[in-house]
């Protein structure tokens, strides 16, 4: 009997360390998603260490990469799209992170989703078609269109009129 108890005694300790070596990994585990959650919410990163308990901000450059709009380094304007062709009318469905959502009404074949993409918006921002470029993504669904600098468009005023024209 005695070694019953004994046995069982060795396994319960067994999966206490097994248990308490689990609730630790989850620990670090939990730690390093905080630490992802902030960087994606473009917010200060707080480290969870012992060593160190200083508040860390995320360098402008890496938060400029969160941006659907930003400049490059010669001033033109970027813009990340999600592209959604095929739809029934052109249009910006939504503004996030990732990118500006847009419904093109072309099909996505031979390049006339692109060519729609860019004529629709020359016409939302009053800009000619040449002063727009796709600058990445042509066969793909993100897509990233470059304004000339020499266009002298903000990235305020785009977004203002990008928001203008959600729901429209």
Do not use: H, W
């Amino acid at each position: 009997m005695c070694r019953l108890f004994d046995s069982l005694s060795s396994y319960v300790k067994l999966l206490l360390v097994l248990y308490t070596q689990m609730l630790k990994s989850l620990g670090n585990l939990n730690n390093k998603l905080n630490v992802i959650a902030l960087r994606n919410k473009s917010l200060s990163i707080k480290m969870s260490s012992k060593k160190d308990k200083k508040k860390k901000s995320i360098p402008s450059e890496e938060d400029n990469q969160l941006q659907p709009i930003t400049k490059d380094k010669n001033g033109n304007l970027l813009i990340k799209f999600l592209a959604k062709p095929g739809a029934k009318q052109n249009g910006i469905t939504d503004i996030n992170e990732d990118g500006i959502g847009i419904q093109i009404q072309a099909p996505p074949v031979e390049g006339e989703a692109n060519t729609e993409l860019i004529k629709f918006l020359s016409k939302l921002l009053n800009v000619r078609k040449s002063d727009l470029q796709l600058n990445k993504g042509s066969k793909s669904r993100q897509k990233i269109i470059e304004i000339d600098k020499d266009c002298k468009l903000s990235i305020e005023s785009v977004l203002k009129c990008f928001q203008n024209e959600i729901g429209k």
